[in-house]
Structure formats: structure tokens, C-alpha cells
């Protein structure tokens, strides 16, 4: 069963940078690709930006990584299986709930339905 607990989010000014974080299981980076979603209140979930899985067998095609704006970059680390999504010159329309998801596949992936499991989710609000 994969696990993903996110933390990080907190109120911040317009201008601000953030880093969220997502504690993966053990094992998670090389079985499935990865992504980072949001949800504002009364808006369906939105993409934010995905990576592919550690040894994926398209490793040479296309970016590995593709995000919904270049504010945004997604940082793995292997050591402690942790994702991170830093944002950068945060604004209020960026104010949601920002989930990281995981999902079998060998690509970069922007759907929902193509993430099986989902975090909890850790709330952003962007003051002006």
C-alpha cells in the first residue's frame, strides 16, 4: 500500500516562495510516477506538474518532468523519500489544497484518473 502524507502549507504573502513536501512509502519513487494537484474551493482539481517514476523504460523520451507553470518545480529526494514542490512568487489565485499523488505508468501524467493514490492534502493561502 502506497502512503503519502504531505505537509508544509501555511498562509503566505503574495511575492512569497513556499516548499511543500510529501513523505512517500519506501519504494514509491521506483514503481510509480509522480505528481502534484490543488483544489480551490468550489474548482475541480488541477494539475500542477508530474514526474516520471526512478527507471522508467521511457527515460529517453521527452521531459521527465512538466509542470502547469514555470513558478512551480517538483525536487525528489531518494534518501529520505520525500517530494517536494516548490513554489516560487506565489499569488492569491494560487490559494488551494495542494495533494501529491502516485500512479502506475511509465510517463508524465497531467489526469486525474491516472493517480490511484492520493495524499490528504495541506493547505496554501496567498494573502495579497
Known amino acids: 500500500q502506497v502512503q503519502l502524507v504531505e505537509s508544509g502549507g501555511r498562509l503566505v504573502q503574495a511575492g512569497d516562495s513556499l516548499r511543500l513536501s510529501c513523505k512517500v512509502s519506501?519504494?514509491?519513487?521506483?514503481?510509480?510516477?509522480m505528481a502534484w494537484f490543488r483544489q480551490a474551493p468550489g474548482k475541480a482539481r488541477e494539475w500542477v506538474g508530474a514526474?516520471?517514476?526512478?527507471?522508467?523504460?521511457?527515460?529517453?523520451?521527452?521531459n521527465s518532468e512538466r509542470y502547469a507553470d514555470s513558478r512551480f518545480a517538483i525536487i525528489r529526494d531518494t534518501a529520505t523519500n520525500t517530494m517536494y514542490l516548490q513554489m516560487n512568487n506565489l499569488e492569491p489565485e494560487d490559494t488551494a489544497e495542494y495533494f501529491c499523488?502516485?500512479?502506475?505508468?511509465?510517463?508524465?501524467?497531467?489526469?486525474?484518473?491516472?493517480?490511484?493514490?492520493w495524499g490528504q492534502g495541506t493547505q496554501v493561502t496567498v494573502s495579497s
Open positions: 519506501e519504494g514509491t519513487f521506483n514503481n510509480y510516477a
Open positions: 514526474i516520471r517514476r526512478i527507471g522508467s523504460s521511457w527515460a529517453h523520451e521527452g
Open positions: 499523488a502516485a500512479g502506475r505508468g511509465e510517463g508524465v501524467y497531467r489526469m486525474v484518473h491516472d493517480y490511484e493514490y
